[in-house]
């Protein structure tokens, strides 16, 4: 099975733009997260998707959002971009079903810089 | 809420030396336990898992046990390589899929 995969791997902005992440899961698995890596906070919860629908979501501000395609793809969107966005932004997906037993498989991971 | 503390790091050793990080957790219920590694420039790999207490998960050398007493799930390898230089996050999964709750990540680098 193909792994996680994120696009773009690297990416540079400006304060103010705003930038897309896309993520595509791995086949069958029907919930994907997205994480925000910084040397200074570690890895943070953005939110997650489950079947189209948004059922957690991490202590981000409002620019932060996301969505989910009937094929569990994701996107997520940062808006109004600020200099502390610069980050590893993370996605993960998982089979999805309710269980304890709640293995994440990580994708390579989006670079985002804002200048 | 859940959290997970981890060793501070850095942690430097020698080729063949035994390597401890230590890991304690609060949570509600019984979640699962995870270690991820994560290589320069890469996303996080599973590294092994236990979902109940008393379970030992192992993979490549690396072992961690469960312990709901002491809530903790502290990794060892007896004889690390340089190859295992990484970042080390232990992580807790909430009772509903799609989130997980990681500590600040060890840095380990092996010397030859």
């Known amino acids: 099975k193909a792994g996680v995969t994120q696009t773009p791997r690297y990416l540079i902005k400006t304060r103010g733009q705003q930038v897309t992440l896309s993520c595509s899961p791995i086949s069958g698995h029907r919930s994907v997260s997205w994480y925000q890596q910084t040397p200074g906070q570690g890895l943070q919860f953005l939110f997650e998707?489950?079947?189209?629908?948004?059922?957690n979501k991490g202590n981000f501000p409002g620019r932060f959002s996301g969505r989910q395609f009937s094929n569990s793809r994701s996107e997520m969107n940062v808006s109004t971009l600020e200099l502390g966005d610069s980050a590893l932004y993370l996605c993960a997906s998982s089979p999805g079903r309710k269980s304890s037993y709640n293995e994440q498989f990580f994708g390579p991971g989006t670079r985002l810089t804002v200048l | 809420g859940n959290s997970v503390t981890q060793m501070e790091g850095p942690v430097t050793l020698s080729e063949e030396a035994f390597l401890t990080i230590n890991c304690t957790y609060t949570a509600t219920g019984y979640p699962s336990l995870f270690w991820y590694v994560q290589y320069p420039g890469e996303g996080l790999q599973l590294l092994l898992k236990a979902t109940k207490a008393d379970d030992k998960g192992s993979n490549k050398g690396f072992e961690a046990t469960y312990r709901k007493e002491t809530t903790s799930f502290h990794l060892e390898k007896g004889s690390v390589q340089v190859s295992d230089s990484a970042v080390y996050f232990c992580a807790l999964g909430d009772t509903n899929a799609g989130k997980s709750t990681f500590g600040d990540g060890t840095t380990l680098t092996v010397k030859p």
């Open positions: 998707y489950f079947s189209e629908t948004q059922r």
